[in-house]
Structure formats: structure tokens, C-alpha cells
């Protein structure tokens, strides 16, 4: 896979499967479906080797805040959101972390 770019298309929060933990993300618009591609070769793996797979559908984002309590989106302000939605971020690796073991995939 080549490296590709990414974008973020909205804020949300998302809550941990137990409820302890809620977080102030942006998700990703442009470049979704390069990451699937890359989802999909992971879940092979994962399968293969009888681990839990990811999420799906997948809601791929990066996570700006959290909280061990539900906060509101509206008191975000439009001018921060903005700043970072409409720039656009080259994706050049994959990293994928298992246990505290790192291994980068370098896209070429």
C-alpha cells in the first residue's frame, strides 16, 4: 500500500465498553477506506490466530480529550473544530501495537 492521506470529518464522543470512560474524538472522513483496507488485512490475522477482531463497522478517529464522566459536545467551539478538520495528514506508516511490542509497517 502507498502512504495516503487523512482528514477528519466530525467530532463525537465515544464511550469505553465498560462506561468508565468517555472521549472527545474526531473521526476520520477522507481516507476511511484506505484504513479499512488496512482493518481487514489486520482482522485476517487476528482470525487466523483466534483474537478478537476489531469493531465493526470500524469508527476510525483520534481522540483529543477524555473523561471518566459524559461531557457535552456543544461547548467545543466551531473555531477549533474547524482548524483541525479541514487540513489534511499523510499517512507514511502503520503502527500496530500488541502487548507493549510496537512494529511499524512503513507504506511504500
Not at 34 to 47: F, G, H, N, Q
Not at 85 to 106: A, D, H, L, M, W
Request: some cysteine; aromatic content about 12%.
Amino acid at each position: 500500500m502507498k502512504p495516503f492521506l487523512i482528514s477528519f470529518a466530525q467530532v463525537s464522543m465515544l464511550v469505553n465498553d465498560d462506561k468508565t470512560c468517555s472521549f472527545l474524538t474526531m473521526e476520520i472522513g477522507q481516507g476511511y477506506d484506505k484504513l479499512k483496507e488496512c482493518l481487514v488485512s489486520i482482522d485476517r490475522v487476528m482470525t487466523r490466530h483466534q483474537l478478537p477482531v476489531f469493531y465493526n463497522p470500524p469508527r476510525f478517529h483520534t481522540s483529543i480529550a477524555w473523561s471518566p464522566h459524559e461531557f457535552s459536545l456543544e461547548k467545543i467551539p466551531e473555531s477549533v473544530v474547524d482548524e483541525i478538520r479541514y487540513k489534511e495528514y499523510s499517512v507514511r506508516s502503520i503502527y500496530i501495537k500488541t502487548g507493549n511490542e510496537v512494529t511499524q509497517i512503513p507504506l511504500t
